[in-house]
């Protein structure tokens, strides 16, 4: 895991090209209320997809982290779980990240198997502290995206 931080000022935003049928980049993103997730992802080969986590803070504060996902050998809960235990974020922020690496997957490799924790939306990523299981979230699909 390769992790910068960067200052965003207020005005940050990002572009977006009109989307092709062939997509190079793809980034999802989710607002949890505390923190702004956005995943991109590109496609290497045909065992690993290269992506890169941006999250931003209320403060202002961005870090990314750069990441290299194995499609024969990872799965996006334990990946996930290794995220929010090394970035020290919330132990509710496992479902979020899980979700958003899977359904980018999704969308670079259409014959990726969705993880069944993640498919019913509970399971593995589920709140223990409360017992309540983390709501989908609404995903927001960006395609061939410019740098941020």
Known sequence: MDIDCKKLSEGSCTKSINESPQFSTLEL???????EFRLRGVKNNDNTVSLTLRISDPCGRARNIHFTFYLDSDTVVLIAEEMVEQLDLFTEDVAVIAELIDNLIVKLVPSWNTSPSVQNGSSEVE???TSEAVKKPDFLPL???TDL
């Open 143 to 145: 395609t061939n995206m």
């Open 29 to 35: 993103s989710r607002f949890t209320g505390i923190n």
């Open 127 to 129: 709140n223990h502290s």
